[in-house]
């Protein structure tokens, strides 16, 4: 990920967190319990609303990124600990946290399939798996709109792909979906799922 891109994403992101965003992230996260592992922690928008849990582990691939969360780190009222690592090489043991956090980060994981059953195996049997991303949308035309859009998006936004069907990814794994709520017509969701507590772990080869 670029420096230039971590430099400007919370200026340009302003407008919606300061209008709707903070709100449902606040929702969500007030959702977390125990040991969380935050997926693709960015900027660190997400630091200073964990409330009642015991700590949080975020992960980042990005150096830039990581830098530019110090200041909302210091805004934390709870343990946070960086690690930089991409999403579909977790170094955790399997059922190792109460919660599993992704927001607004499943559009630029290079392997979302490969992501996903990592971030289940990690999360304890039954523990919670909460997501805030923005998806495929329904509608035929929106979502043509998205199709088209996407190779000029990626280029200006390192990486994130506008026409990812996330949904269908959560869908297609091991997981129970308790509640889903849309936002903006659709085209931004949040989703409470569960890991079941009887789960049969998938891999993939080294190299893949």
């Not at 109460?98 to 059953?117: G, K, R, S």
């Not at 792909?161 to 990814?169: A, V």
């Not at 799922?193 to 772990?201: C, D, L, M, R, V």
Request: hydrophobic share 40%; proline share 5%; net charge positive.
């Amino acid at each position: 990920m670029s420096r230039m891109f971590a430099k400007g994403y919370d200026f340009f992101m302003r407008p919606l967190e300061k209008r709707k965003f903070k709100e449902i992230r606040k929702e969500l996260l007030g959702k977390a319990n125990g040991c969380v592992l935050e997926i693709g922690a960015g900027t660190g928008i997400n630091f200073p609303l964990y409330k009642s849990v015991e700590k949080v582990i975020a992960i980042e691939p990005s150096t830039y990124m990581m830098e530019k969360s110090q200041e909302k780190l210091k805004q934390s009222s709870v343990n946070i600990e960086l690690v930089q690592v991409g999403a579909e090489r977790l170094p955790f043991p399997d059922d190792s946290f109460d919660t599993v956090v992704a927001t607004l980060v499943l559009c630029t994981i290079p392997n979302p399939d490969q992501a996903m059953i990592e971030m289940i195996r990690v999360c304890k049997p039954g523990g919670k798996l909460l997501f805030f991303e923005h998806v495929k949308m329904d509608n035929q035309i929106l979502a043509g709109l998205q199709e088209f859009l996407t190779p000029a998006w990626k280029k200006i936004c390192d990486g994130c792909c506008l026409n990812r069907d996330t949904l269908t990814l959560l869908k297609n794994n091991d997981l129970i979906l308790n509640e889903i709520k849309g936002y903006y017509k659709g085209l931004f969701l949040t989703i409470e799922g569960k890991k079941p507590k009887s789960t049969i772990y998938k891999s993939f080869p080294d190299g893949d």
